[in-house]
């Protein structure tokens, strides 16, 4: 019983990762409706670039605002070079678009900061918390409890964000109804670049995360996919849905590796995940917070 | 003046309904089977066979493939490659395990194989749409690169699941062991298998597809079965890429991994039946090109290029640039022609056919 404490909190615990990467897609894909795959490179670009200036000597917060810049900098232009130009075309095109612009900046990071390993320490230590393994013997890292507990400032700091500032209740606007939206005179393309900055800023945290448990290497970009059965599995336009769903997938996928994983000789991790999401969506195809679906001919 | 049906008339609905009504087409295409049975395989250097043909019409055919789904059925799926593996995997053990099999019923056997697990994992396209069911083939994306890996049975119980493809004859006697042998027998696949996919897009089935592409409640009121039309379309969508696997295992590269079909590849597949023109066979070929020859094109200009600024670059730095670029293109390409190459094809035609005039 122990054991499936410690496996279920471990889950959880990197479920919190997939949540803070589906985070960045939820965003983009409720206010512009594009299905931007380049979240994934980008918390690749965010993690290298990160690093790449605290190896430069800079303390740690320099290197965040830096990064910051450099990765506002980087949603902006996308939403003007690449995303402006293909305004009403299909999803698809614009999903494509996004593949493409997940080479240009695998490409880009690697031109500039190397594709070599780099370390990041956040300071962070990477330690079993001594009570509860005393008490009750279960293994808990103290950094992935700070990092859930960071990823909880950040939806926190989000959620008010959306609710309280006037950008905020314009991109809620954006994201209910564009054409609504442009009518009462909300500035489409603006917001849009906004959002697309706060994307490049999750991407930023999630990168650093992930890159101080992990090394900021090019494996991330894998570990962004994991993000994908999250989105399915709670829905692509739903905030809640993609921290639950995280949950779920992070602790399920580990559960699974675990107990049914030596019966069919292990490596479920991988595709765990979709397996699950899919019969999900045969129960409830709009996922478990998405908007239901009406078709009218 | 030249490219004009004008004078072309038509008798009886066969000649109506013929696949190229205009001669000038039916010339245009004759003349290019031609070249490419009779021709090239005198031309042609080992390099071109390996690299670039075999290849170009291994990636057309799986375009093909997915466009049938993609472009005519309206299903978007990211699972292609696993398809192309399990046709690779599957017409492999059809050779090792039954004496004497035949290669080409191998192929079209590894292709049923692919079929099957392409309906397995189209069942839940009846009840998702869109991106939700994107995501879901990546499910057969991942599982079935895992399986293969995992069940030594699939590769022969090689080590990490590498199998190299056997000797193949034709009819029993013809060995098929150089490029240029390998070359015919892909062209002749891909050719066959073109013409069928030209005439079944044009068939009842095809309008059923392209119907519920365009609305699938209309096609269902319409009295279209849904459950048929998607299936039949995974299926077949499925079938064509499992035989451009195998033909990837025994003409093109010999040994095969599972990890070769993976995830890129499927997005290679996307990105070319997106660029070549979603919905058009023609576009699917054109796409297959387009990306084969990318990359070559690029590590020849590229080198040279940076020569000429007199800045030494490392080939890491080149790779780099080769994504970015290729990045960058497939941006551009869809912000200047969103409908592909086949569309701009399309253009060309009437503006010849309008020629010299401007309307």
Known sequence: MQFFFEVTIGGLLSGVMYSLVALGFVLIYKASGVFNFAQGAMVYFAALTFAGIVDAGMPLYVAFVLSLVVMTILGILTERIVLRPLVNQPQITLFMATIGLTFFIEGLAQIFWGATTRRIDL????????????????????????????????????????????????????????????????????????IWGVAGFVALVAGMLWGARNGAQFALTFVALKALPVLILGGFTSVPGAIVGGLIIGASEKLAEVYIGPMVGGGIENWFPYVLALLFLLVRPEGLFGERHIDRV | MFYRETGQFKTSYAADQQIFPIRQDRVGVALLLVFAYLVVPVIADQYWFSAILIPFLIFSLAALGLNILTGYAGQLSLGSAAFMAVGAFGAYNFMLRIPDMPVIPAFILGGLCAAAVGILFGLPSLRIKGFYLAVATLAAQFFVIWALTKFGWFSNYSSSGVITAQQIYLFGVFAVDTPAKKYLLTLFVVSVMALMAKNLVRSNTGRAWMAVRDMDVAAEVIGYPLMKTKLLAFAVSSFYCGVAGALSAYCFLGTVEPDYFTLDLSFKILFMIIIGGVGSILGSFLGAGFIVLLPIFLNITLHPLFGLLGIDISTAVVSNLELMVFGGLIIFFLAVEPHGLARLWQIGKEKLRIWPFPH
């Open chain 1, 123 to 194: 300071g962070i230590q990477d330690e079993p918390i001594p009570w509860l393994l005393d008490q009750y013997n279960i293994v808990v890292s103290t950094f992935d409890l700070t990092a859930a507990a960071l990823a909880g400032v950040l939806v926190a700091a989000l959620a008010a964000f959306f609710q309280y500032t006037r950008i905020g209740r314009a991109l809620r606007a954006v994201a209910d109804d564009h054409q609504a939206a442009m009518s009462i005179g909300i500035p489409l393309q603006h917001i849009w670049a906004i």
